[in-house]
């Protein structure tokens, strides 16, 4: 059974970083893409960022140039890591793969999802 474990989330001030990391059992995800959604309360689930298999990145224009996506593929785990942080970027942050190799931004083009970690910004 495959499953995808999200840590690394919790309480931060504004301006600060966490590492979120995605450990992924039952297979191997080294030729697949992975990428990092998030959902806040009363809205919908939105694409954070993305990394294929050969490493090519893609990032949402709200989180462009502070969050970093990168994969280790020899311990099939994945990371986000995020630095200056704001209160908007509060939410719960799920990771996912997908059988095929491109990174894309659609929630619908992931087969795989974790059970998501509490990120929370304060002011």
């Known amino acids: 059974q495959v499953q995808l474990v999200e840590s690394g989330g919790g309480l931060v001030q504004a301006g600060g970083s966490l590492r979120l990391s995605c450990a992924a059992s039952?297979?191997?995800?080294?030729?697949?893409?992975m990428g990092w959604f998030r959902q806040a309360p009363g809205k919908e689930r939105e694409f954070v960022a993305a990394?294929?298999?050969?490493?090519?990145?893609i990032y949402a224009d709200s989180v462009k140039g502070r969050f970093t996506i990168s994969r280790d593929s020899a311990k099939n785990t994945g990371h986000l890591q995020m630095n200056s942080l704001q209160p908007e970027d509060t939410a719960a942050y799920f990771c996912?793969?997908?059988?095929?190799?491109?990174?894309?931004?659609?929630?619908?083009?992931?087969?795989?999802w974790g059970q998501g970690t509490q990120v929370t910004v304060s002011s």
């Open positions: 039952g297979r191997t995800f080294s030729s697949n893409a």
């Open positions: 996912a793969a997908r059988n095929g190799f491109l990174a894309v931004t659609t929630s619908s083009r992931y087969e795989y």
């Open positions: 990394i294929s298999r050969t490493g090519d990145t």
